[in-house]
């Protein structure tokens, strides 16, 4: 029923941009709270990016001044502008959407910069 989709994920040389989009279904998207996580092999699944349903901003240090996540609730859908890329950044991105005791996930995009 709650569907997440991820897209825009690929490979890039480090300093390059991509932009991850994250379209939803079965859920009122507008009073939830947004977010991405990534997870690179062997490391635990990490938060990057969150955004609220006032659009208050949250962005992991290793990121901030790079990346963007941004929401157009016409549209159900949050993106993260990820510029300025880096090898460390490779990883598969998760979106999330989050209220109260719910907690969806998607599938995921990889995300690989090489050097």
């Known amino acids: 029923q709650v569907q997440l989709v991820e897209s825009g994920g690929g490979l890039v040389q480090a300093g390059g941009s991509l932009r991850l989009s994250c379209a939803a279904s079965?859920?009122?998207?507008?009073?939830?709270?947004m977010g991405w996580y990534r997870q690179a092999p062997g490391k635990q699944r990490e938060l990057v990016a969150t955004?609220?349903?006032?659009?208050?901003?949250v962005h992991t240090d290793s990121v901030k001044g790079r990346f963007t996540i941004s929401r157009d609730n016409a549209k159900n859908t949050v993106y993260l502008q990820m510029n300025g890329l880096k090898p460390e950044d490779t990883a598969v991105y998760y979106c999330?959407?989050?209220?109260?005791?719910?907690?969806?996930w998607g599938q995921g995009t990889q995300v690989t910069v090489s050097s």
């Open positions: 999330n959407a989050h209220i109260s005791a719910s907690d969806f």
């Open positions: 079965g859920i009122i998207f507008r009073i939830f709270s």
């Open positions: 955004i609220t349903s006032g659009g208050a901003t």
